[in-house]
Structure formats: structure tokens, C-alpha cells
């Protein structure tokens, strides 16, 4: 199912956007069984228009359709690129075929991004500063440059008249939009989109970019704008839940911690898997939940979700040809890449030949700047009662110490 044509989101504004259930992977790495919306918007004043972003080359027949039912391409006057990825940006060259006279609306950074990746020479209004304004006739575009929303191109694009943020990837999600629907007052499921889709976009876009979120709702505030309506470049348009959706954003950028420990675990025949047990058992004693995480079933950005608000994890890793075990320092990998380290963690593992890898990791979790509770605890072969015992009262320990330390009594 599709959404066969636009749709309307406040008069003369229009989501002319496309579902994507076809890309496995959003950048090439986070996994989107669910799909997810490239959003784009033409905006139609008395005078003039503006498409305001657009969506992925794969889509580029359907986005050109529903733009043609609403106006002739040749009279779209601007096309305002918020940021420059290609999920908004890659059907732009097509456009600008039917559109040669449009001019496009970019920042300074973007405008050399924009002549890289297409190699056009199109005309174009470099925006600079927060006070640059178009007049469409009766409908008014403001520019607000928010760098870092996640690349340091972007901006955000405000319709004083109706207090509308185009907010591009800030505030989106994953998930398709339901057939015929864009707004959240018309999504039956919208807490799925807010609690579920949207945390699983912060955590796998959005959280290496955590103070950049901050800052900009910051700004947004010391501009004295207000906001009625959200549309983001993913996910829902917001005008019933604005404060909710951001609230939950800012959450995740200044985590209010709760008691919980992730404990993310690779295993190749089980050994490893044998700890998991008695570490919740010691989780759960030390008033905490536990959330486990089979690294070998499960995608990484389930557990970067849950470590969003995750005082502490525990990580369990096998020797691997002398090495850490390769899920989990994939793992490793994207907490350093996504400035995750401000937490309290343990080790564990099981090896049969070669032992070195609950050691090493925990030289590299110390490293990314990881508060280490304990001693690695690396057992050869299947986990004895004693070693299974050893395991609950880490967990107990590292749970007891984390809670302690966010103040979580």
C-alpha cells in the first residue's frame, strides 16, 4: 500500500511525499522492516511556491506525480534543501529538468554539498543567519540554521503564518506513514511512532549529535518561535503532539535515567549465552530491569535504544581468533561513534582456546571513557555453578552502583 496522492496539511500546504518499504538498510546500516516516509512539502502561496525537500531517487516517478497534480512543475519558484543527504535530495535533478527556472534555497555548506553530489549549476539563495525570509504571497518562509541536525549543513525552514517548522531529520522517525494519512491526529497508533519509531531514529541518526539537539531547541526558543505544527523530513507531521515529541527528543539528548542495566551478549555456541541468567537474577535483586540482547539475532540499534536511558550495560563477548567476538565489537564500534560512554559497565565471557577478548574489551570500554565495575569475568568452556554465582553478583554490583550514581534509590 501506498499513499497514492498528496495530501493536505493546512491550507496551501501539501505533503508530497513517499513511503519506502523497499530500502532494507536507512544509510546503508540501521535495519527498517517497519519502511519508513521521505517527507517533502510544496507550499503554494498567491504568488509564488516552494517544494521543500524532496525523497529518495527510488522514489522519484511517484514524488513528480503527486507534485504534478497539485501544480506544473515549471511554475514551482524555489526548492528549499533543509540538508543535503540523498534520501532528500536525489530527485532534485529530475525536478530541476521541469523546474529550470526554481531557484534553490540552501546553506552555505550545503550549496558545495549540492555541487558535489549533483554537479549542476542551478541558481541559488545561499542562506545565512536565522533572518532570511521568502514571500510566497500570504505565506511567509524564515530560514533557521540548526548545524549538526545530524549534518553540518542543515537548516530549518519556519512559515511564520502558520507557525510551522519544517524541521527536516530533527524530530522524525522510522515506520511508513499509514495509507492516507500524515498528521498524528490521524494516526490510530501515533504512540508507536513516538515511543517505538521515533527512539529507534534518534538512537541510530540522532544520538552522536545529542548536544546539537539541545542547542537547537534552545535556539528556537531564544528566537521566540512557536510551534503548532512539526513536519519533519520522517515520520508523522506534528500539530497534537508538538510538546510531546519534543519533550521526548529532549529527553533522549539530557537522558533521565531509569533503573536498568542492557546487556548486549554475543555467543557462537552457547557458553557465553549461559551467563545471561544469573545476571538478570542479579539485576532484578538490585531493584533494576534487566534488557538482554542476543547480538547475533538482534540489530544494533535495538540496544542503542535502550541504552538511551540506561545508567549501565553488561556485555558478553566469546574469544574470536584471539579477538573480541565480531557483533559485539560492531557494537563497540557505534558506542564510541554515537558518544554513548557516560555509563557504568561489566564484562563477561566464555573462550575455549584463547581467552584474551573479555579483556581487551574491557581495555577498550575504559578507553571510550566507561566507568568499569569489577574484573572481566572470562571462564573456559561451559560456566560452572561458581562461575554462574560470580556472574549474579557482578550484575547485582554493577546495577547497585550505576542506580547509586544517577541517584536511582
Not at 74 to 93: A, F, G, Q, R, W
Not at 100 to 125: C, D, G, Q
Not at 189 to 217: C, H, P, T
Amino acid at each position: 500500500m501506498i499513499n497514492d496522492g498528496p495530501l493536505r496539511v493546512s491550507s496551501g500546504v501539501h505533503w508530497v511525499g513517499v513511503n519506502d518499504t523497499e530500502t532494507k538498510l536507512f544509510e546503508g546500516l540501521w535495519e527498517i522492516p517497519e519502511g519508513v516516509s521521505y517527507n517533502s512539502y510544496l507550499v503554494i502561496g498567491s504568488e509564488k511556491s516552494a517544494l521543500i525537500d524532496s525523497v529518495s531517487k527510488l522514489k522519484e516517478r511517484e514524488h513528480l506525480d503527486k507534485i504534478g497534480s497539485l501544480i506544473n512543475p515549471s511554475k514551482i519558484d524555489y526548492i528549499i534543501l533543509n540538508h543535503m543527504e540523498p534520501d532528500h535530495t536525489s530527485t532534485v535533478p529530475k525536478i530541476l529538468e521541469f523546474s529550470s527556472n526554481a531557484k534553490v534555497v540552501l546553506s552555505p555548506i550545503a550549496l558545495n554539498i549540492f555541487k558535489n553530489f549533483y554537479r549542476l549549476e542551478s541558481e541559488t539563495v545561499v542562506v545565512k543567519g536565522d533572518d532570511v525570509k521568502i514571500d510566497l504571497g500570504g505565506k511567509t518562509l524564515r530560514f533557521i540554521q540548526s548545524p549538526w541536525l545530524h549534518w553540518p549543513d542543515t537548516m530549518c525552514t519556519y512559515l511564520v503564518e502558520e507557525k510551522m517548522l519544517f524541521s527536516c531529520d530533527a524530530f522524525g522517525s522510522f515506520k511508513r506513514l499509514p495509507n492516507g494519512s500524515v498528521m498524528d491526529s490521524d494516526i490510530e497508533n501515533i504512540d508507536q511512532y513516538m515511543d517505538g519509531a521515533s527512539r529507534k531514529y534518534f538512537a541510530g541518526v540522532f544520538s552522536g549529535q545529542r548536544e546539537w539537539v539541545l542547542k537547537a531547541v534552545k535556539k528556537i526558543e531564544d528566537l521566540d518561535i512557536e510551534i503548532r505544527v512539526l513536519a519533519p523530513s520522517h515520520g508523522p507531521v506534528y500539530s497534537v503532539n508538538v510538546k510531546e515529541i519534543i519533550i521526548r527528543w529532549l529527553s533522549w539528548s539530557r537522558p533521565n535515567y531509569v533503573k536498568k542495566v542492557v546487556v548486549p551478549f554475543g555467543s557462537m555456541y552457547g557458553m557465553t549465552a549461559k551467563f545471561v541468567e544469573p545476571i538478570i537474577e542479579g539485576i532484578e535483586e538490585a531493584g533494576g530491569k534487566a534488557i538482554t540482547f542476543n547480538l547475533s539475532e538482534k540489530p544494533p540499534i535495538d540496544v542503542l535504544a535502550e541504552m538511551l536511558d540506561a545508567p549501565a550495560l553488561l556485555i558478553g563477548t566469546p574469544t574470536y581468533e584471539r579477538e573480541i567476538f565480531p557483533k559485539v565489537k560492531q557494537l563497540l564500534n557505534l558506542l564510541e561513534l554515537k558518544k554513548l560512554s557516560d555509563r557504568s559497565v561489566g564484562v563477561f565471557g566464555s573462550f575455549g582456546w584463547s581467552g584474551e577478548a573479555p579483556r581487551k574489551l574491557a581495555e577498550q570500554l575504559a578507553v571510550l571513557g566507561f566507568r568499569l565495575v569489577g574484573n572481566p569475568l572470562a571462564v573456559i568452556g561451559r560456566p560452572t555453578q561458581e562461575d554462574l554465582k560470580k556472574a549474579k553478583e557482578l550484575a547485582k554490583t554493577i546495577a547497585e552502583t550505576a542506580f547509586l550514581e544517577r541517584g536511582l534509590q
